[in-house]
Nanobody
Framework: RVQLIESGGESVQAGGSLRLSCAASRFTYVKYNMAWFRQVPGKTREGVAALDSDGSDNYADSARGRFTITQDRADHSLYLQMNNLKPDDTAMYYC????????????????????WGQGTQVSVSS
């Protein structure tokens, strides 16, 4: 099974930037989606940004224009560059992956993903 380990979360002030990383191992998918999700206690896990093995990406409205998802195809590491952070971005951020079985846009629906990391905490203060 794919193993995902996130890092890079920390406490920052509003307007600041962070880069989250996700190290992937035992990655056997040829056609896949990978994504970043976030969750605050009591709320549903929210898709932030996703990409697929064809190079397409997809962003939540809350992330578009501020966040950028990228991948190192050599080792399937996943990154999320977050700029102009806001207090509403405070959450546990999770990396996810799944084998893709269609050519639809990379999904931001958490039900679609089979492999998850343990999360990294991002806290943004005003």
């Amino acid at each position: 099974r794919v193993q995902l380990i996130e890092s890079g979360g920390e406490s920052v002030q509003a307007g600041g930037s962070l880069r989250l990383s996700c190290a992937a191992s035992r990655f056997t998918y040829v056609k896949y989606n990978m994504a970043w999700f976030r969750q605050v206690p009591g709320k549903t896990r929210e898709g932030v940004a996703a990409l697929d093995s064809d190079g397409s990406d997809n962003y939540a409205d809350s992330a578009r224009g501020r966040f950028t998802i990228t991948q190192d195809r050599a080792d399937h590491s996943l990154y999320l560059q977050m700029n102009n952070l806001k207090p509403d971005d405070t959450a546990m951020y999770y990396c996810a992956a799944t084998e893709a079985t269609n050519d639809l846009a990379p999904s931001l629906d958490h039900y679609f993903y089979s492999d998850w990391g343990q999360g990294t905490q991002v806290s943004v203060s005003s």
